[in-house]
């Protein structure tokens, strides 16, 4: 199975700064397949970034996604208050669709 | 609009079944798959199995074969999910999640069904 590892495990940043956030693979990802979602405390997930880098419906684009192989990353250009949350990225190329630990975005 | 309405929390005891559902509504049912996650109290997400609800194939998790069976109804757009045996470290909020295809991202969520097992 691929095992992803986010990072870091907390971000401490404040309203309108730059957020970037990492995700690895134990082994390369089937091209396109890394998903990024949002979660925030009480509620389901959400997906926010599919195929590595397309938006999903209603997502703002200070949202974007990139990277390819083992190595993916999720960028938020400006933070919002709204986006301070846990964010998952996840592979769904291959069974078991794996997802990282999470990496904690808070308020600085 | 999609929605994914689930049933309500359990109390299990160890060694026992539980049943979740999880009805579909606002989009045509069977054309779509539909995924199980759970998420263990402060815990991430760990995918649990999927289901063709065309077809009624399905795939799952290592982790969880021989004790987790996902079925559906297309009758009532409704899909379930049945794990046996169980134990404390299936304590856990239980999620269903539709997919576009086997491999695909999970684009619409329910709003979890907590899953306590306790003696």
């Known amino acids: 199975e691929i095992v992803l590892t986010q990072s870091p495990g907390t971000l401490s940043l404040s309203p309108g700064e730059r957020a970037t956030l990492s995700c690895r693979a134990s082994e390369s990802v089937s091209s396109p397949y890394l998903a990024w979602y949002q979660q925030k405390p009480g509620q389901a997930p959400r997906l926010l970034i599919y195929?590595?880098?397309s938006r999903a419906t209603a997502i703002p684009d200070r949202f974007s996604g990139s990277g390819s192989g083992t190595d993916f990353a999720l960028t938020i250009s400006r933070l919002e208050p709204e986006d301070f949350a846990v964010y998952y990225c996840q592979q769904y190329g291959s069974s078991p669709r794996t997802f990282g630990q999470g990496t904690r975005v808070e308020i600085k | 609009q999609v929605q994914l309405m689930q049933s309500g929390a359990e109390v299990k005891k160890p060694g026992a079944s539980v049943k979740v559902s999880c009805k579909a509504s606002?989009?045509?049912?069977?054309?779509?798959?539909m995924n199980w996650v759970r998420q263990a109290p402060g815990q991430g997400l760990e995918w649990v199995g999927i289901i063709d609800l065309s077809t009624g194939g399905t795939n799952y998790a290592q982790k969880f074969q021989g004790r987790v069976t996902v079925t559906s109804d297309t009758s009532t757009s409704t899909v379930y999910m049945d794990l046996s045996s169980l134990r404390s470290e299936d304590t856990a909020i239980y999620y269903c999640a539709r997919g576009g295809d086997w491999y695909s991202t999970f684009d619409s969520w329910g709003q979890g069904t907590l899953v306590t097992v306790s003696s």
């Open positions: 195929d590595t880098s």
């Open positions: 606002g989009y045509t049912f069977t054309r779509y798959y």
